[in-house]
């Protein structure tokens, strides 16, 4: 990445909510490994600093914010949707469904529309909303490795953006969901892989 690319690039933060990245939260018992271990808030404060430096559009790719009802009479729940549905994960209206506070949005980010699934595309107008802003690279960051980031990250490779991982900026149930998101899923498909730092190191305009 060098400066020249910094306007058609975005960093997308997926489901950065209280429920999995603070104390209290519905899954930080499971999540808290390595949220912690590799201070994962830390980082993504650091890449919003970097990005906005940089003039990198941020944009979040929230999910949705469970209700109850949302799930009656559908016709296939797989086990994301089931478990959204009994943990009521992200419930409306409440603290889990809030963004961290340390990773709030500022004016000029853009928040998508919720996704339902693992996809922060699909059924949403994340992608409308970076071909509006003339984006043709996304930096994605945010939860869990194995799924909403694996799932949004091969969708934007499908839909012809060029997307890089902050391989640092990931987190999960457990570490092998990590090991296997960065090491072998990811690297089949994706264009490129960063730390935080080696992100920070980029050139600045």
């Keep these: 990445m060098d400066a020249s ?22 899954f930080y018992p499971l999540t808290k490994e390595t949220v912690e271990g590799i201070h994962l808030v830390q980082n993504l404060k650091k890449l919003i600093a970097g990005a906005r430096e940089r003039k990198i559009q941020i944009i979040y790719a929230p999910h949705h914010h469970t209700a109850e009802g949302d799930y009656l009479n559908w016709r296939f729940l797989s086990p994301s949707h089931q478990g959204s549905k009994n943990v009521v994960l992200f419930e409306k209206g409440s603290w889990g469904a809030e963004f ?10 853009i928040i998508a529309q919720n996704h339902w699934t693992g996809s922060g595309f699909a059924n949403t107008d994340l992608d409308f909303l970076l071909k509006m802003h003339n984006i043709e690279r996304i930096v994605l960051a945010g939860m869990r490795a194995n799924t ?3 799932s949004t990250a091969r969708y ?4 012809g953006y060029h997307v ?4 640092d900026g990931i987190g999960a149930f457990n570490w092998e969901e990590i090991r296997v ?13 960063l730390s935080t730092e080696e992100f920070l190191n980029t050139p600045k305009p």
Excluded at 101 to 107: I, M, N, R, V
Excluded at 181 to 193: C, D, I, K, R, S
């Design 148 to 150: 909403c980031i694996d």
């Design 156 to 159: 934007g490779v499908e839909l």
């Design 5 to 26: 690319t910094y306007s058609k690039t975005a960093l997308i933060l997926v489901d950065p909510f209280n429920d999995f990245l603070s104390e209290g939260g519905k």
């Design 181 to 193: 998101t960065v090491e072998t899923t990811f690297p089949n498909y994706g264009h490129a892989m």
């Design 100 to 109: 961290h506070p340390e990773l709030l949005a500022a004016k000029g980010d």
């Design 164 to 167: 890089t991982l902050i391989k």
